[in-house]
Structure formats: C-alpha cells, structure tokens
C-alpha cells in the first residue's frame, strides 16, 4: 500500500493559495481515479483507491499546515504503511515558480509542513516532492505570500506543475522513487 499526501491548509480561504499546491495534485489524482475524498478521519480527507497497481491512499491533512503529522502518523499507523511507501507533496519557496525538484529525505528548509513531519514521523528518510513557488516580492512577508493566491500569469505554469507532478506520484506506483527522480526532477 501506497500513501500520496497533499499539504496544505483546509477551508475555502486557502483554496488555490499557493500553500496549498500540495492539496491541488491531491485533487488532480482524485479527479483523475474518479476516487472523491468522502472519508474523515485521522484529522484528515481520504480515500483508499484500489488501482491495478495496488492499493493507494491520497490524503490530505486537515489539520493546517504546521500540524500536519497528527493526520499523516495516525493513518500510516493503521494502515501499517512503511515509511518509504509514502511521498509528501508541497510547496516550496526556494524554486521558480512551477519547478519539480524531488528528494527522498532532507530538512525542513523552513517549511512548517515538513518539521511537522519530521517530528512525528521520526525521520527525515521520506519521498518529497517539491512544487516551486517563487519567492515574495520585495517587502512582502513570507506568510502573506505562501497564503496568497498566485498571479495570473503564474497560474499556468502552476497547472503543469500539477498535473507533472501527479504524473510522477501515478509512476512511482511502479517504480522506484529514485526512478521517478530521475524522470522528473526539473
């Protein structure tokens, strides 16, 4: 069993905020399975997909960001999902707006997201995949940016990139993410 997490932070006036591009690949791949996320638990939207190459989970916490690992530890925990049978999906700062860059550990590199993983998950030993952002604006605080929306001639390259990297989460389910990192890394 496979486990895909989107982060990002729930309810409508984050919707389509670059925070929450995580989220977006989440939707992009339910949309794609026809596998809606009408289960609620583990402080969290989901939905168990029964795909020819196994069974996958795609979840998105709803905890808001800097909590995320209260959704993403209880879930593996009852499924029994191994650490490296997961990829972590989210925004990033530190690349061009619409740029992949996919690792399978690292650091937190500032993001709330991921130190909440980090601290509960035990390990920095996990698949990401990193969706650029860009960076703020001269003057413009970081947490007014990665809540704003993208501009308008951001969005598309925001779109690919969504659908990139749904592409790549649908490979992993047959190869090894550091196949996949090879395939995709932008």
Known sequence: MKLIIGLGNPGKPYDKTR??????TIDELANRWNAPLIQSKFKGAYAVVHR????VVLLKPLTYMNLSGESV???????????ED????????????GQLRLRQK???????????LLQH????????MR????????????P??????????????????????????????NKPFIEVMNQYNG
Not at 73 to 83: A, G, H, N, Q, W
């Open 86 to 97: 997961i990829v972590v999906v989210y925004d990033d700062l530190d690349l061009p707006p």
């Open 106 to 116: 690292g650091s937190a590199g500032g993001h709330n997201g991921i130190k909440s």
């Open 52 to 55: 020819p190459e196994g069974k």
């Open 73 to 83: 530890k209880p879930l593996m925990e009852y499924y029994d999902i191994d650490i």
């Open 131 to 142: 969706i650029g952002i860009g960076r703020p604006p001269a003057g413009m605080k970081v």
């Open 144 to 173: 007014d940016y990665v809540l704003g929306r993208f501009m308008k001639d951001e969005r598309p390259l925001l779109d690919d990139a969504v659908k990139k990297s749904a592409d790549a989460c649908e490979y992993w389910l």
């Open 19 to 24: 925070h929450n591009i995580g989220f977006e």
């Open 121 to 128: 998950l035990g390990t920095p030993n996990f698949n990401r």
